[in-house]
């Protein structure tokens, strides 16, 4: 579906990214790539591996609503990726991370309208889920904003879904390559916030086909949700150095214990397909009345147990040791 097609991303030369921008190249015969980021230089050591015809960088920021709308130009479908992610920046900077993640979420949708855009898919975070810190109160923020705007199409053909998922292992900023820098660096124990903290894990393959996934099979208003693995931050240090100590040094600003997907008290709108749950939308949309119990593409799903939570400290999937040393070797390829 995306043969012939003009994509864009913002943030696009994050870890996603470049991994969605390779992954549309290899598989799909694209009109027109866009990278909008407001980084100059990943932008130009990004364009000396993807030096393709079809690839456009575009600086600007997602807090910049007229230059979003002109760069939405003949744009038939967009990837939201840009935020400020990083946990205890937020806490600390609280209002630059609400003018990108919330702000800039509703310049997204007023340029995507503004443009018609086809569809719309808004990257999301399992720390959206019942948040206790800011980056995932505006991640939740931003969720919202993406859900509602489907009741502001009118006639137009745009639409948006939310793709939520868990850590991505080796993404920028997360503890895979934290863990390898203190290991290269001849790092006698790991630091362990708390021994019992557990994460969602995804690689970023995963992540970005569950994303191009959702393209085709969004009505608009779903929040995606993939099934994912759990792994126990202790045995992510010993898969990682099994020869090496730990030592805990206690949950940072804004962290959980455990991350949610699907939260209980969503359980009455949540529905499971084989390899994925959907939240369906808070509200109604003036205009449809969809089935989301049967995809865009024929998938069809069954609505949960009322109480149902989708947690990475109660998943029924835990990756062992040995596991995790075979996913992170793939993933980090």
């Not at 919202?144 to 006639?155: D, E, I, R, S, T």
């Not at 895979?176 to 820098?181: C, G, W």
């Not at 940072?252 to 455990?258: A, I, M, T, V, Y």
Request: aromatic share 10%.
């Amino acid at each position: 579906m995306f043969d012939d097609k003009v994509i864009l991303i913002t943030g696009g030369t994050g870890s996603f990214g470049r991994k969605y921008v390779k992954t549309l190249l290899e598989r799909y015969n694209p009109k027109k790539i866009i990278v909008f980021s407001r980084d100059e230089l990943k932008q130009f050591d990004m364009a000396q591996t993807f030096d393709s015809p079809k690839m456009r960088y575009l600086i600007g920021d997602v807090r910049d609503r007229s230059r979003l709308v002109r760069a939405m130009e003949g744009v038939d479908y967009v990837i939201h990726a840009a935020a400020l992610k990083q946990v205890p920046a937020a806490e600390y900077n609280p209002m630059e991370c609400i003018k990108t993640n919330i702000n800039g979420a509703q310049n997204v949708i007023h340029a995507a309208l503004a443009n018609d855009v086809e569809k719309v898919v808004a990257l999301s975070t399992d720390k959206a889920a019942n948040p206790i810190n800011l980056y995932g109160a505006t991640k939740l923020a931003s969720d919202k904003l993406f859900v509602a705007a489907n009741n502001m199409v009118g006639p137009k053909r745009t639409r948006f879904s939310v793709a939520r998922y868990g850590n991505v292992v080796g993404s920028r900023g997360s503890v895979v390559p934290f863990f390898e820098k203190l290991i290269a660096n001849g790092a006698e124990s790991l630091p362990i916030t708390d021994k019992n903290m557990t994460r969602f894990w995804i690689s970023l393959q995963q992540g970005v086909d569950f994303v191009l996934k959702n393209f085709e099979r969004m009505y608009g208003g779903e929040i995606f949700v993939p099934k994912i693995p759990s792994v126990r931050i202790t045995d992510l240090a010993t898969a990682m150095a099994p020869d090496l100590g730990q030592h805990e040094i206690g949950i940072r600003p804004g962290e959980k214990l455990h991350e949610i997907m699907c939260p209980a008290d969503d359980s009455h709108l949540t529905l499971e397909f084989d390899e994925h749950f959907v939240l369906q939308p808070t509200i109604r949309f003036h205009d449809r009345d969809i089935d989301f119990e049967t995809s865009a593409i024929g998938e069809v799903g069954k609505r949960v147990e009322r109480g149902f939570e989708f947690n990475s400290g109660t998943n029924d999937h835990f990756l062992t040791v040995d596991e995790i040393v075979s996913f992170n070797r793939v993933a980090m390829q």
